[in-house]
């Protein structure tokens, strides 16, 4: 239901100068500029985003243009790192890689394998380790370094983690493994006492390595070792870009400097998926792309396709080990094997993800949302692997930090309760530094300022509630934090979607923190052929998992331009004119389309503080729609209803009035006729309700049902007659609810 979204939130900026045109028309590829070509929106589009200055923009749109940074520009601990490698080369000592379980990890710890794997033979002088998502926590453990020195590793190279991990690195230390960390996380005060620490947080907020994740720094340490053997290995550096590239679109870092031309030219590599002759080198990522209908060629591929399915796989089975054999081997047959492993592990994801969601939903009808600053909930029953997805849900929806957690079972050697699990920031705020201020009841805790998981003892979950909350509000008092809000950044019609404009805004991909998908808004449009259906998994059997599909028309155009909304039912898409938010995008199956983000009833603003656009700039407003009829209304106010019962959602009074475009008098005949349907309307706070589903889903309508539309068919009566315009014979309502004609 689009009133209870975030604001919306329209770009302005000044029109781009002449000059900033005719650059970016000079960096294009030549395809896309030409005579009849206009590149003015895109060109906008980066102006308004500061992705790069002027002299920037070749090798900003055509990665052969850049120039990439050195990996000694990591600073003096990339060479210790390779020194303490060479050593070990030249002394036939084995080495462990120590990954991590999410894609960033995942991939990371693949591109150690087979970098490292050049030179240190697989398995005899070289093994990985990634941690149990369910049993165990990010970072280095006691027990691990226990099983790794036990195989004979003398020393460890981390890769997506350990650059907090203090006390394990001593401990490695003691039991005589040396340990290299490669790493993206935030530093600590106190750094780990490790051989060398490569992170690319010690550099400057600008520096063009800043921003790398755990799968390019441990590329880029590759590339550092690579350059001091005598000979090049087999394998050329280069054949690992596209795991770079997987791994960098599916986390959490900005696509900029060296991020971005990584990842361009990574996908240029995952590219070769779409020419088979000679084999693609990597059969588990081809069968893990037609798994997921994808090609390799977009950035999106890897952001709703193989990043969702590779992280799915720790957080149902924990152990993600097998997903480096599946990214590395050469065995197609057991890629296949694995591939659908990895399949079935997301749909499971994907099922559990929305039940957990549907109970969360349900737990804050009881929260006071005025009076919390910072939403903490935890749950026995809840698996920790999906904890951080929801928590990205809830707290993108409330703007507010969010802290989901799972109660461990009781460990005879660890009798006292323990708590695990994620939280996902919102408003600018750093969760790092938010946890560091109640260290002392946390037992552990590490990631990104945007995201972070933490262990702590069960009982110590009231304080911790109490002293993020008073944190937060700190905080917020005493910094200007921007509400939430969706970020709009061009306005259009259905006549401009098409190929020109997806090419155009193609050439700012990929996409990610800090160039997000480019968001177009459509005013006054309207929906035709809406419906949806469950989703199907690979085996053909029904998923608990629903997209809706529509066609999306405005006065601009002649025909209605398809799309789908994830995640939900066609009820919930809105009869008459709304004003709708979407993503451009291309499919080779299904060509061109749109992604829905948001929508509302025309008559509500988007935020008024934007410059409205040049007089002129937009074709004058269309004739209002015809009114909808009273049944064609009380079915839309049943689907909503439905729609909020199902997801228990609570539900402000004055928002649902609007979104149905009803004077508050038709409004409370509404609600009256809901509780005569059977659904139970339940105070959820000031002027907000929580609906239930009634038992009876016949819904045949009652006497209030018939007063209600009677009185919609009063309000559109006195709408015409008060504008002037002759109003229609009023239609009557039988007790069935269907319309007759008045008679004299």
Same mark, same amino acid.
């Given at each position: ?60 749109? /055509? ?8 990996? #000694? ?109 490669? #790493? ?92 088979? @002759? ?80 549907? /109970? ?176 199907? #998994? ?64 025309? /008559? ?56 149905? #475009? ?24 000031? @002027? ?57």
């Amino acid at each position: 239901m689009a009133p209870l979204s975030l604001p919306w939130r329209l770009c302005s900026s000044p029109p781009c100068p002449e000059e900033w045109i005719a650059a970016v028309t000079k960096a294009l590829p030549e395809d896309l500029t030409g005579p009849g070509k206009s590149i003015d929106q895109v060109a906008q589009l980066l102006w308004q985003r500061h992705l790069c200055t002027l002299e920037g923009l070749p090798g900003f749109f /055509q990665p052969q243009f850049y120039q990439p940074t050195p990996a #000694d520009g990591l600073g003096p601990s990339m060479a210790q790192a390779v020194k303490r490698l060479q050593h070990a080369l030249k002394t036939g000592e084995k080495v462990a890689i120590w990954g991590d379980f999410d894609t960033d990890g995942v991939t990371a710890t693949a591109v150690l394998w087979q970098g490292l794997g050049q030179v240190f033979t697989q398995s005899e002088r070289l093994t990985y380790y990634i941690p149990n998502r369910l049993t165990a926590s990010h970072g280095l453990s006691k027990s691990g370094l226990d099983q790794l020195k036990a195989w004979g590793a003398s020393l460890v190279v981390t890769c997506d983690t350990g650059s907090s991990d203090l006390e394990a690195v001593a401990y490695a230390t003691e039991i005589g493994i040396d340990v290299i960390i490669t #790493d993206h996380h935030t530093l600590p005060e106190v750094q780990p006492a490790a051989v060398a620490l490569v992170n690319p947080r010690s550099l400057p907020s600008n520096h063009p390595l800043a921003t790398l994740s755990g799968v390019a720094v441990a590329y880029k340490l590759v590339e550092a070792f690579y350059s001091t053997l005598a000979s090049p290995p087999s394998m050329p550096l280069a054949a690992l870009l596209d795991l770079v590239a997987i791994g960098l679109i599916a986390d959490l870092v900005e696509l900029r400097g060296d991020c971005r031309y990584l990842a361009q030219r990574g996908l240029q590599h995952l590219q070769a998926h779409l020419y088979p @002759d000679p084999p693609y080198p990597r059969p588990g990522v081809a069968a893990l792309l037609r798994l997921c209908k994808s090609t390799g060629d977009r950035p999106t591929d890897i952001s709703f396709g193989l990043g969702p399915r590779i992280n799915a796989v720790s957080r149902i089975h924990g152990d993600a080990s097998f997903c480096v054999e599946l990214l590395t081997s050469q065995d197609s047959d057991r890629c296949q094997a694995l591939a659908e492993q990895t399949e079935l592990a997301n749909t499971r994801r994907r099922a559990l993800q929305k039940y957990i969601y549907n /109970q969360v939903q349900q737990r804050l009808t009881q929260i006071d949302l005025s009076t919390t600053e910072c939403l903490v909930l935890s749950d026995e029953h809840w698996p920790v692997g999906l904890l951080g997805l929801v928590a990205g849900q809830i707290s993108q929806e409330l703007g507010r930090p969010t802290l989901l957690l799972t109660v461990d079972p009781l460990d005879p050697q660890h009798p006292i309760p323990m708590a695990r699990g994620s939280a996902r920031s919102s408003q600018g705020l750093d969760l790092y530094e938010l946890f560091q201020h109640q260290g002392n009841l946390i037992t552990s805790f590490g990631g990104h300022p945007l995201a972070a998981g933490l262990t702590l003892p069960l009982e110590n979950l009231p304080l911790l509630t109490t002293g993020l909350n008073r944190s937060v509000r700190q905080l917020l008092s005493q910094k200007a934090i921007p509400q939430p809000a969706l970020t709009i950044d061009l306005v259009i019609t259905v006549a401009d979607l098409g190929q020109s404009l997806f090419r155009q805004l193609k050439s700012l991909e990929p996409y990610g923190m800090g160039n997000p998908v480019p968001k177009l808004l459509i005013r006054n449009g309207w929906f035709e052929a809406v419906g949806h259906k469950n989703l199907r #998994d690979f085996k053909n059997k029904a998923v608990n998992y629903i997209k809706t599909h529509f066609e999306l028309w405005d006065e601009s155009s002649a025909v209605g331009y398809a799309g789908e909304w994830w995640g939900h039912y066609a009820e919930e898409i809105p009869q008459g004119r709304c004003d709708v938010v979407v993503e451009l995008d291309h499919h080779r199956s299904q060509g061109y389309y749109l992604r829905l983000i948001d929508l509302r009833p025309t /008559q509500v603003a988007v935020d008024t503080t934007v410059d409205p656009p040049p007089p002129g700039q937009y074709p004058p407003p269309p004739a209002p729609p015809p009114a909808r009829s009273p049944v064609d209304i009380w079915q839309h106010l049943v689907g909503l209803a439905k729609y909020l019962a199902r997801t228990q959602t609570p539900t402000n009074l004055e928002q649902f009035r609007q979104s149905l #475009d009803l004077s508050m008098t038709t409004f409370d005949a509404g609600l009256t006729a809901l509780v005569a349907s059977g659904f139970n309307l339940c105070p959820a706070g000031p @002027d907000q309700i929580l609906l239930t589903l009634p038992t009876d889903a016949s819904l045949r309508p009652p006497k209030p049902v018939q007063h209600f539309m009677e009185t919609v068919q009063e309000e559109q009566f006195q709408q015409l007659y008060s504008a002037g315009q002759q109003p229609p014979i009023a239609p009557q309502f039988s007790g069935q609810g269907k319309v007759q004609e008045r008679s004299g």
